[in-house]
C-alpha cells in the first residue's frame, strides 16, 4: 500500500509513503472501535456532579399537616422527594467512570480506524515542517493547500511542535497531535487524517508490537 508524499503547499514531491497493510489495511472490528472509544470518553467524564438527598437538604422538620382528614396523601417533612425543593432519591454522587480495556483490543481498535480511513481515501501524507513562529494564517494556508478546509482536520506530528499547535488552536475543526497520543475517538472524529511522513514508522512500529 502506498500513498504519495506531499508538501505543505500541497503539491506531490514523488515521494511514496509505504503503509503496511497489517495496521492500515486490516478487517476493521467495530466492537473494539466501540469499546476504544467508549473508555475514552469515559475517562475524559469528571464525574463531579452531585445531588442532595432527602438527609442533606435545610429544611424545618415540622410535620406540613395533620395525618389524617385532609382527602391527600400523608406528608411528615418537606424536605421528601415528593416536594418541589426537596431531597432527590438515588441522585448521582461524584464518582469515577473510569474502566480498564486491554492493549491488544486498544491496538485493534486503531488499525481499523486507520483502515476505515484508508479505505474512505481521508489520509493524507505531508513532509515534515514547522514553522518559524506561530502564524494561524500560514497554518490556514497550509489547511486549504491540502484540500481540507471544509473538513474537521487531524494532523499527527512525529514530535510536539509549540508553533505548529499555536497556529493551529484558533482554526476551528483542526486538531493537532504527536503519534504517540493518537487515539481511536481522534482518527474517527477526523474527515482529513493529515500525517507527517516520519510519523508512519513510529505508529507502525507501536501497532505491530
Known sequence: MELPVLNKTGEDTGKKAKLNKEVFGI??????????????????????????????????????????????ARAGSIKSPLFRGGGRTFGPKPRSYRFKVNKKVKKLARKSALSYKMKDKAIQIIEKFDLEQPKTKQFAEIRNNLGASDKKMLLVIQEPSKNIYLSSRNIPGVKVLPVSKLNTYEILNAQALVMFEGSIEILEKHLSA
Do not use: M
Open 27 to 72: 478487517e476493521p472490528n467495530d466492537h473494539a472501535i466501540y469499546l476504544d472509544v467508549k473508555q475514552f470518553l469515559a475517562n475524559n467524564r469528571q464525574g463531579t456532579h452531585s445531588t442532595k438527598e432527602r438527609w442533606a437538604i435545610t429544611g424545618s422538620t415540622k410535620k406540613i399537616k395533620r395525618q389524617k382528614g385532609t382527602g391527600t
